[in-house]
Nanobody
Framework: QVQLVESGGGFVQAGGSLRLSCAAS????????MGWFRQAPGKERDVVAV???????YYADSVKGRFTISRDNAKNTVYLQMNSLKPEDTAVYYC???????????????WGQGTQVTVSS
C-alpha cells in the first residue's frame, strides 16, 4: 500500500506560481509511475502530468509550457511546478501512483487526499 501526502496548494493571483509536492511512503518509489490529476467543481478528474521515472513525461495540452513534473527518488517525492497560473487551473489537485504510464484515473490505484489550488483573476 502506497500512501501519498500532497502539500503546496493555496491561493494565488493569475500569472503567479505554485509548487505542489507529494511525498510517498513506498521505499520502491522509483519503480512507480507518478502523476497529477485535478478536478474542478462539477467536472471530471483530468490528467495534468505524468512522470514515468525513466525520463518519460506527459502533459495535458492545457498545461504544456507552464507546468513541470519532476521527481526526486532519493526523497520519495514528486513535484508539480505550476507557472503562469490561470483561473481555469483552479481545482483540487491529486497526486497518484501506479504501475503503468497511463493518463486515465482508473489506472492509478494510489491517490493522495488532494490539495486545493485557487487562482484568482
Amino acid at each position: 500500500q502506497v500512501q501519498l501526502v500532497e502539500s503546496g496548494g493555496g491561493f494565488v493571483q493569475a500569472g503567479g506560481s505554485l509548487r505542489l509536492s507529494c511525498a510517498a511512503s513506498e521505499r520502491t518509489f522509483s519503480r512507480y509511475t507518478m502523476g497529477w490529476f485535478r478536478q474542478a467543481p462539477g467536472k471530471e478528474r483530468d490528467v495534468v502530468a505524468v512522470n514515468g521515472g525513466g525520463g518519460s513525461t506527459y502533459y495535458a495540452d492545457s498545461v504544456k509550457g507552464r507546468f513541470t513534473i519532476s521527481r526526486d527518488n532519493a526523497k520519495n517525492t514528486v513535484y508539480l511546478q505550476m507557472n503562469s497560473l490561470k483561473p481555469e487551473d483552479t481545482a483540487v489537485y491529486y497526486c497518484v501512483a501506479g504501475n503503468y504510464f497511463r493518463t486515465v484515473p482508473n489506472d492509478y490505484p494510489y491517490w493522495g487526499q488532494g490539495t486545493q489550488v485557487t487562482v484568482s483573476s
